[in-house]
């Protein structure tokens, strides 16, 4: 049977306040979940700022902590080098000193026979240089030092001058019997003068030239004699004849100063992480534990009036569907439409429901006049 009009326009009446209620409804949620969002994001931020000032905080104190002590590290391992120090100049003195003990006698011997090859030279009125190394490499040598020497003054005055010399010749007019003349005259130069040095000083002082190469020889020998107790004494590992005691004791003492700032150290940095690392945790926390926790409420009644009104909005949305859009159609369920099919039947225009529904139809798909 067919409902009265006035039962009709009260149906729709109904309708259309359950659909105002809705959207009213889904506003308010909508508002709800963006207050729930910005409270989420305040309670985030408010987290990481504790956090971020936990991280810093923590940061600081125990960079403070390795600062405090590496400073007095750095102190001792200074006091440490000194000390060090002081015990090798010891040791050097001590080594030059004993050096010069065991080798005073072979200083003296050398200074005695230099003084007997200068007052040699004098007696003979031979030329100081008579008594060189220089001079015993060119005419009279033995140690492979002097050969060397010798060496190197053949390939020099007999190789590399003449070469040179002619190389300095301009191209233009540089000639390869240049070469033999600039050979021939260094050889007769060279040769001339060396000749004439040993004329006048080894052949005619031979007796005199070999005293001196016995007294240089004597002073090689002893100069020998010297580098090895040198180098005896440098390579002895025996450094109890140095006095070094007190320099021991001192870097001892040092180098247990040090590892105990060191342990020290360790212990101060393993008790802050341990206990003063949460002490700080649990202050920073404590200074924003009101904010967060009244965020936290706020949040968490958000969430409970959002969950309240979703089930709300699914109840409500449930009974418009079973009750009124079965009946009168999801298309017009707005407030809007509701109304104007509550008007068409109040007018009169329609008898019922499906007529307003037909003419409300036929108006929107009417052309419109221009």
């Known amino acids: 049977m067919t409902q009265p009009a006035t039962d009709q326009s009260a149906l729709l009446s109904e309708a259309r306040q359950a659909v105002e209620n809705l959207n009213r409804m889904k506003t308010e949620r909508g508002q709800l979940d963006l207050e729930e969002k910005q409270l989420r994001r305040q309670l985030d931020a408010e987290r990481k700022a504790a956090e971020d000032s936990i991280a810093l905080t923590v940061k600081k ?17 200074d006091r440490l080098r000194r000390a060090r120090q002081k015990r090798e100049k010891a040791k050097n003195q001590g080594m030059r000193e004993r050096i010069a003990e065991e080798t005073s006698a072979l200083h003296a011997h050398n200074r005695e026979l230099r003084l007997k090859l200068r007052s040699l030279l004098q007696k003979e009125r031979l030329p100081r240089f008579c008594g060189s190394t220089w001079y015993y490499a060119l005419y009279m040598p033995r140690t492979l030092k002097e050969i060397g020497m010798l060496i190197l003054f053949i390939l020099f005055f007999f190789a590399a001058l003449p070469w040179g010399i002619y190389l300095l010749i301009g191209e233009t007019v540089r000639k390869s019997w240049m070469l033999i003349v600039i050979y021939l005259l260094d050889i007769l130069g060279t040769g001339g003068l060396y000749l004439a040095v040993a004329n006048h000083t080894k052949v005619g002082h031979l007796e005199a030239v070999r005293q001196g190469r016995l007294i240089r020889d004597t002073i090689y020998a002893n100069q020998k004699k ?58 920073i926390w404590n200074n924003s534990k ?81």
């Open 61 to 77: 104190r125990r960079e403070e902590i390795n600062s405090s002590y590496d400073k007095e590290i750095a102190k001792g391992q």
């Open 290 to 370: 009101d904010k967060i926790d009244y965020l936290q409420e706020e949040q968490a009644k958000r969430e409970q009036r959002l969950e309240a009104a979703d089930q709300q909005i699914k109840s409500l949305s449930l009974e418009i569907t079973d009750r009124y859009e079965s009946y009168i159609g999801k298309e017009f369920m707005q407030p809007e439409r509701l109304e104007e099919l509550s008007r068409l039947i109040r007018s009169g225009q329609a008898a019922n429901l499906s007529d307003a529904v037909s003419q409300y139809k036929a108006g929107r798909n009417a052309p419109r006049e221009e």
């Open 226 to 283: 010297i580098r090895l107790i040198t180098n005896t004494i440098r390579r002895d590992r025996n450094e109890a004849i140095y006095d070094l005691e007190k320099y021991d004791d001192e870097i001892a003492r040092t180098e247990q100063e040090l590892a105990e700032i060191t342990r020290k150290k360790q212990e101060a940095l393993s008790t802050f992480d341990s206990v003063t690392r949460n002490i700080i945790s649990d202050e």
